[in-house]
């Protein structure tokens, strides 16, 4: 069922329905984190209510319901990317948890002394911090590759970084501060040759375009699921099995083994042996939950949906002279992120005096310090759209925007 006439939507999104200071929010921060509809709430509640128990663990009714609920929407997210097998999905607690979990177990077990990795300027500390890590322990060099002036990673950048001594490729699909989406089938194209492991942080790309993880050919893909209208503390890993079972866990504890003696331990197979402890049920209904809402109105229609918002915002945007926007201004390469500038004022004053307006946007490095240094701004203001947003909620920004200057004692 396609859906995607707005005013349907925003009902369905309890936390949209407020004003904020005196006006109604128009809620630009979805790159943060997404609201829940409705029927995500109502799935964690009903969950909570009628089948909450110990997964993996009891013979008992609750017990039993609850692991098959959670299986459940592991087979909901395997098919949402289209992956092979149901135990190439781990859940995990987010992107962050999965990209440590790669870096410390494939990481550490297969990175050697001399072995490069690869990553782009534009990545969230999430993808950086664990790698400087690996490479600091291992001997290993981190070599990044830049972007050009439009805020893309080019064909002779790829060729100049990846080489015969690459052995991980770590990547965002799309970036979390300019919407660049990454250009991830060349990427892989180039560390096949190579021999090298490519792990894509999906993070940004899953909420917002048809990700077909074997279409891509990435060896892990991360995502997390409060930004895909999903609650927070759910995220998922996706591997490809061979290298999930060659990996050593991540994590030791409870529901990851298969015999335990007083000096040694055997482990569980792929996907247990990553999901140590007990585990977010209630995120992962909520998540599954997530899925179905979005399955129904469908990824093609979210990504038209965004650009159309995207046309109307850079087509204002672009014609306030004191407004300076980074990254690319091309659709096609770009999801519905846009960073900018205003000549003056710092980004955060700037978030802060549109949330005077009931506007809710996102000031700062947005955790990616490199990009920042790399572009020569100590910070940007950003907004970014999901399927909930609406012209009115442009108008808005741009009305606002219009207004920075003057509280600051600017003419115009
Ligand atoms: C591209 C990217 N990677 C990783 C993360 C980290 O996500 P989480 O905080 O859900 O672990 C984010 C969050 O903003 C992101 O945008």
Redesign the pocket.
Same mark, same amino acid.
């Given at each position: 069922m396609v859906k995607l006439d707005i005013e349907g939507i925003i009902d369905d999104f309890p936390t949209l329905n407020q004003d904020v200071n005196g006006h109604r929010l128009a809620y630009l921060d979805s790159? !943060?984190?997404t609201q829940r509809p409705i029927q995500v709430l109502d799935a964690m509640a009903k969950y909570n209510k009628i089948s909450n128990g110990n997964p993996h663990r009891g013979a008992y009714q609750l017990s039993i319901r609850a692991t098959e609920e959670y299986d459940f929407s592991r087979q909901r997210v395997k098919e949402f990317i289209n992956a092979r097998e149901v135990k190439e999905i781990i859940f995990t607690?987010?992107?962050?948890?999965?990209?440590n979990l790669i870096a410390n177990s494939y990481g550490m077990e297969f990175v050697k002394e001399g072995d490069e990795i690869v990553l782009s300027i534009s990545?969230?500390?999430?993808?950086i911090l664990p790698w400087q890590r690996v490479a600091r322990q291992k001997g290993a060099v981190l070599k990044y590759m830049y972007l050009d002036d439009k805020g893309r990673i080019t064909d002779e950048e790829m060729d100049r970084v990846i080489g015969s001594k690459t052995k991980i490729v770590a990547i !965002?699909?799309?970036?979390?501060v300019l919407g660049t989406i990454h250009p991830i089938r060349e990427i892989v194209e180039r560390a096949r040759r190579v021999g090298a492991t490519v792990v894509v942080?999906?993070?940004?790309a899953v909420p917002h375009m048809k990700v077909d993880v074997r279409e891509l050919d990435a060896d892990f893909y991360?995502?997390?699921?409060?930004?895909m209208l999903g609650p927070?503390g759910i995220?998922v890993l996706y591997g490809k099995r061979k290298l999930l079972e060659d990996m050593p866990p991540y994590l030791l504890g409870g529901d990851m083994i298969e015999y335990v003696t007083e000096q040694d331990a055997t482990f569980a197979p792929i996907p247990h042996k990553f999901e140590a402890g007990t585990q977010n049920v209630e995120g992962a209904v909520g998540l599954g939950a997530a899925i179905e809402y979005i399955e129904d109105i469908g990824l093609d229609s979210i990504r038209d949906h965004e650009m159309k918002l995207m046309e109307y915002t850079l087509d204002r945007l672009l014609d306030i002279p004191y407004v300076g926007i980074q990254g690319p201004k091309d659709l096609k390469s770009k999801g519905g992120i846009i960073s900018f500038t205003i000549d003056g004022v710092h980004p955060h004053d700037v978030s802060t005096i549109l949330d005077a307006y009931g506007v809710a946007i996102r000031s700062g490095h947005?955790?990616?310090q490199p990009l920042m240094k790399y572009m020569g701004l100590p910070a940007t203001s950003r907004l970014s759209f999901y399927l909930y947003n609406t012209k009115e909620d442009v108008d808005q920004f741009i009305r606002a925007i219009k207004n920075v200057r003057k509280w600051l004692g600017y003419g115009a």
């Open positions: 790159a !943060a984190t607690r987010n992107t962050t948890e999965s990209l990545e969230h500390h999430s993808n !965002a699909h799309m970036s979390n942080d999906g993070a940004q991360v995502f997390s699921g409060h930004k927070m995220g947005h955790c990616a």
